[in-house]
């Protein structure tokens, strides 16, 4: 698995090969050229462009082949005037080239010449020294997620290690007397923890390290007990449990008794996900969650992402291509006083991009797992037409 | 790291926690109602919606409370005409109620009797059993990739392991004598591998284990000698060379050598990626990639990705979403012969998505590095117009 290889709390330094998805914890900026050499593009003869001036299949110029270059290997000989070069795709160009002729440009002449049946300009199929990147160049920003073709463009610059941050730990507490886990028979009024996984799987697309505390009675004291210990042993912590008043009002005096600032908000005006509490006790983030699926995953996707990404270091992306524009295929009615958050299947229309509300009561699992994403009605909408643009958020 | 439990080849059983972004190897049918019995959606008294019928707040009914139903257990008590009992949100509805008003709608009335304010059709403020996932429904398919809200209702419906497809193993081959890994310091006309990392990011993201082999001189008998141990290792194998003549030739006469039906293409219409190598050895696909970084992206998104699906077992997303749509900002013209692939930025420009080709040769890392994605202009097509709409595959 992942290993420090320095004592800093918040990153470490991750072999090349590990950091695929990594958050980088510093900018990159390149120390070397790239290429460190001009080099040729194409297979042909390395050259002076001003030999092959007016050159054409009609009139072509004439010119000696004096050497030729090989694939890693630096040529110790200079082309002259009325000179070339034989050189591979990737050759180093030799002292005193500046341009290279393609083979389908030349016709061989005679033991050693080659005409030119084509004019070229200094600098044709070459790349030139730094012209890929140069050095001082800023690669990377800070809070970067590598794709793979950074990972290509780190290599390219010498980089074997690379300091990323470290994965937030963040706990899972599971409440309710009522909750089992999923290899448990169920019996009588049981059912089975949902958000747990669901909240499991959500950390781990977002760079976050979860650790599933399990499932506790709804007691005061248990549950302060287990959430004591995971705010000294992690950077984050998530609270699920039931929606009735007793389960909230239990982890709010829970989170206002542990530490200072305590309870910082309970309650938001968006739906679902209206009853979420918000905290924090000696630096650690607290949130609890309402118990219904839908409202765990708005909450994970409209609040604590937001306070996710300053402990994952990840910068937001703008624009945010997780977000993509859609038509709504029927109308939506919202109530102007809160956010509503609309499950929403994305389907095609005569080719055009459309945004399918899912029906059925919200707050359902089912629902969640039909959908591609949400849409959000703002607070002071009272609903969306039938063919209206829409936002779209996928997960 | 990963561990099986059944001796099949393609697929075998995780537990649930470990399978966020596996591919599903069976179809997923509930073989349980959920939930598993009549909820309650709110906090409130669960009655007989009969009873309701007409009350408003100016014209109350009366209801004797004569019990309550607790988190998790069953109440084994019934409700009659008359009567109602407290229930907190995710309660078990009692025999003979039907629905559940809300506090906010109820003025307690002397000692065990309320007011009730509002009316109520049967079924309001419950999920019926089975109401969320019905037994029997076919909740997900195979080669369905788990997301977050999968995993929740997987634990849902009491299912704490899952038969996920393995993701296959695939070698990818870095050769050529100019080519030096990035943690060592550059001599003369060596340049470092960038495709292998590349390769290797984009194998992680699209679900296969990639293993690197090495660098390896551009040798007859060393390539066929790794690529021959390759391919009894691995379920694909991927050779990354130079876009020489030469090279491309050697691994063409290595796939062609090692076994039927050998080298199936060589060289497609598209730019950049040209020269691509496919063939099969004995059932393992093999593909000889151009040299050029861009020409790795663009082979390995069109035509690698295809061939790799079949391995992962993930099924194509229709719509795919992870192509967008966005206005080009200035027209580009194309060689109508092929098909062209250019590297865009995802801008906003007015509130629209727009594409932003990036300038600069192709075929460069730096390139890659500052683009979002890649736009098509297929053949036949002379060019596409500023302002006119592309598709954007993003990665």
């Not at 200079?78 to 034989?86: L, P, V």
């Not at 004019?119 to 012209?131: E, F, H, T, Y």
């Not at 499932?215 to 007990?225: H, L, N, P």
Request: charged residues 20%.
């Amino acid at each position: 698995m992942e290993f420090s290889r320095n004592s800093s709390l918040r990153f470490w330094t991750l072999p090349l090969e590990d950091t695929c998805g990594r958050i980088l914890a510093e900018a990159i900026t390149s120390t070397e050229d790239l290429p460190h050499f001009a080099r040729s593009t194409m297979d042909g003869y390395a050259l002076k462009a001003a030999d092959t001036f007016g050159a054409t299949e009609t009139l072509p110029a004439y010119i000696k082949v004096t050497g030729e270059v090989f694939m890693g290997k630096t040529p110790y000989f200079s082309i002259k005037q009325g000179e070339a070069a034989k050189i591979p795709t990737g050759g180093m160009l030799p002292g005193g080239a500046d341009a290279v002729l393609m083979y389908e440009h030349t016709q061989p002449f005679g033991n050693s010449d080659i005409e030119v049946l084509k004019a070229l300009a200094p600098g044709d199929n070459v790349i030139q020294k730094g012209q890929d990147i140069s050095k001082g160049t800023l690669l990377l920003n800070r809070g970067h997620k590598l794709r793979p073709q950074d990972m290509g463009a780190l290599s390219a610059i010498g980089l074997s290690d690379v300091v990323v941050y470290k994965r937030p730990i963040v706990s899972i507490i599971s409440t309710g007397d009522e909750i089992i886990p999923p290899g448990q028979p169920l019996k009588g009024a049981e059912v089975r923890d949902i958000n747990s996984y669901n909240l499991h799987g959500l950390l781990l697309n977002n760079g976050a390290l979860p650790v599933r505390k399990g499932i506790f009675r709804d007691d005061y004291d248990t549950i302060r007990g287990v959430v004591e210990e995971a705010v000294k042993t992690s950077q984050m912590v998530l609270i699920t449990g039931g929606s009735s008043v007793g389960t909230l009002d239990h982890t709010k005096k829970i989170i206002a008794g542990l530490g200072r600032p305590g309870v910082l908000f309970h309650g938001v005006a968006v739906k679902p996900g209206k009853p979420l509490i918000a905290g924090s006790v000696d630096g650690i983030p607290i949130f609890g969650l309402p118990g219904h699926p839908a409202a765990v995953t708005v909450s994970f996707e409209v609040f604590i992402k937001q306070v996710l990404r300053r402990l994952t270091g990840e910068a937001a992306k703008e624009p945010d291509t997780n977000i993509i524009k859609a038509r709504l295929t029927y109308s939506l009615s919202s109530q102007p006083a809160r956010t509503d958050f609309i499950w929403v299947k994305i389907v095609n229309q005569d080719g055009q991009t459309c945004a399918q509300p899912i029906l059925g009561k919200s707050g359902l699992i089912g629902t969640l797992v039909r959908a591609d994403g949400i849409i959000e009605i703002p607070a002071g909408k009272r609903g969306v037409e039938e063919g209206e643009e829409v936002l779209v958020r996928l997960f």
